[in-house]
């Protein structure tokens, strides 16, 4: 999807520099923005957000690779990578999250299908804890 | 039967070899029939309606790109019942005429020829504001606001090419691009694509250059059309 340089294979759609948008923008295959956008974005692709875009809008999309500013939730149907240079201020959705060292993120993520809450009981466990003290006592 | 339909500036003396060449090519091929001359001519609708009524099956615009996309515009209001009826062309621009090059239309004595070859091909039309266009739409001014499928807006910030490309006859596109014009936007520091069923120019009095032949202003909105046209190629056709 996503190679080391910042491209996208087969960008339907591509918002470069010096172009500002804004409104709801659906489509359905892959997005590279470049530039500024305000509203929402929804894709059925994957969407490549570059180094010096500047979105305001809620992103939906199958995967996102973030490299600029983001004020709104991004919410991916598979994976998310956000890179060195992505600020990101927002939630954010995804089953798969890569984060670079030197990117804020400044909201609340949620790991959707196949990330169990965990059963915490903590009576049981103090139970169990107890018994093996007691085991290692009596030898 | 032809009909010939010589644009008005093709009355003035600088044409007139040109035209006796033609003229003569056109007797040594043997497709000779009817004229027009615009000028003189005050309603070219009625006119051409009249030798279609007549039988006319082969309409030819003697002229510049203008003269092709006036006359062709005709032909598409009556093609809807008189399906035969085809579009041929003989440029006459000193310039390079970008619609008879992309036809494969290069020079005088090949255009006779090529009318001669009959190679009749049919293009689907894209629409702006009540006429139709045939391969593109170019707009070079600084702070265009362009409006796409009503859903939202894009206004470039620097000065850029703006170019709207129909992709109506482009043959190899996936399925999510057929039936969609195409927007791109070139300036210093790149380019930007959109696909699109709707574009609206919404500056007033903005120069909009149509097949790089001639201007309107705007605003003009912008869509593919159900209109087709039969025109006689050029076996070299680009597009």
Redesign the interface.
Known sequence: MFEKKESLKGAETIIGPSVMIKGNFNCKGNVIVDGVLKGNVKTYGDILIGNKAKVSADIEAKTARIGGEIKGNIKVENGLQIVSSARVFGDIECTSLSVEEGAIINGKCTMTKGAKEPKIEIEEEIKKEEKKEEKTNKK | MYVYIYDEFTNQAKYKKLLYKIERRLTDLNLNGETIRLGALKDLKTAIEDKIKRGAKTIVAVGDGQTVNRIMNIIVDKSREKKYLTLGIISLDEKINFVANSLGIKNIEDACDILLARRVETFKLAQINQGYFLFKVNINSPNTVLEIDR????????M?NIEILSTLNLKDLPD??KRKLKLT?R?????????FNELLVVNRDIPIIIDDSFKIDGPARIKPSQEEIKIIVGKERQI
């Open positions: 859903d939202y807006a894009i206004k470039n910030t620097d850029a999510t691009e936007i300036n210093k520091d790149g380019q930007s694509a959109f696909p």
